[in-house]
């Protein structure tokens, strides 16, 4: 079966301080990959998408994610985190060609300021 | 405004009582899904649909029902509610099915639906 691992479970850090948050995901074929942010009692915002192209792809807010296919990885980066990062963030891979998506257990991110 | 929209957003209910969540989208999206939220369990899809009758079971549809008899709706049903099902409901919308290779499509989500069966 499919499965997204998301091992950083919580993450405290300071302002300023560089973030990286790991995704790796279980399937072989074709994927469609998301990062989605949720803000303290907020939904689900999506911060950015992966599914051609260039492997490091840029979303809102300062994030980038890498894909990188031989290691079944789409880590999200950012080169200095803010207060306001202060969120969970959760990866998910729909498999291409089905309509089915697969979360991962998400990571809270917590930023002193 | 563009938007998924959940009723009710929190709700107390008792085990065995038939709820229904309603889920509601104005972008004329075909593809609609279920989710729950647990700690430590992220996001399990419970059903999704492709389009107007056409629906399918995600990872946990046990003690769920859905119905997609117009396009903007997708109401989530409880036909008779244990404990286990109190959670965090989210609904989803995506523009299209995904049928086209390289084709992707990322999901808007409600607000969110707080459900505690007691």
């Known amino acids: 079966a499919q499965s997204v691992s998301q091992h950083n479970h919580h993450v405290i850090l300071s302002e300023a301080a560089s973030l990286e948050l790991g995704c790796n995901y279980s399937y072989g074929g074709t994927v469609n990959l998301f990062w989605y942010v949720q803000y303290p009692g907020q939904h689900l915002q999506l911060l950015l998408k992966y599914f051609s192209g260039d492997p490091l792809v840029k979303g809102i807010k300062g994030f980038e994610a890498e894909f990188i296919k031989s290691k079944f990885s789409f880590n999200l980066r950012k080169p200095s985190v803010q207060w306001s990062d202060t969120a969970e963030y959760f990866c998910?891979?729909?498999?291409?060609?089905?309509?089915?998506?697969?979360f991962g257990t998400g990571t809270r991110l917590k930023v002193l300021a | 405004e563009a938007q998924v929209t959940q009723n009710p957003r929190y709700l107390i209910t008792v085990t065995g009582k038939k709820l229904t969540v309603t889920c509601s989208q104005n972008?004329?999206?075909?593809?609609m899904s279920w989710y729950r939220q647990d700690p430590g369990l992220g996001l399990r899809q419970i059903y999704y649909?492709?389009?107007?009758?056409?629906?399918d079971k995600g990872d946990v549809p046990e003690g769920y029902k859905v119905s997609r008899k117009e396009k903007r709706n997708f109401p989530l049903i409880l036909e008779s509610p244990s404990p286990n099902q109190t959670s965090l409901y989210f609904c989803?919308?995506?523009?299209?099915?995904?049928?086209?290779?390289?084709?992707?499509?990322?999901?808007?989500f409600g607000p969110g639906t707080r459900l505690t069966v007691t």
């Open positions: 972008m004329n999206h075909e593809y």
């Open positions: 989803a919308s995506s523009p299209t099915p995904l049928r086209l290779l390289g084709s992707s499509y990322e999901q808007y």
């Open positions: 998910a891979v729909q498999s291409e060609g089905t309509y089915k998506y697969i």
């Open positions: 649909s492709m389009n107007v009758e056409v629906t």
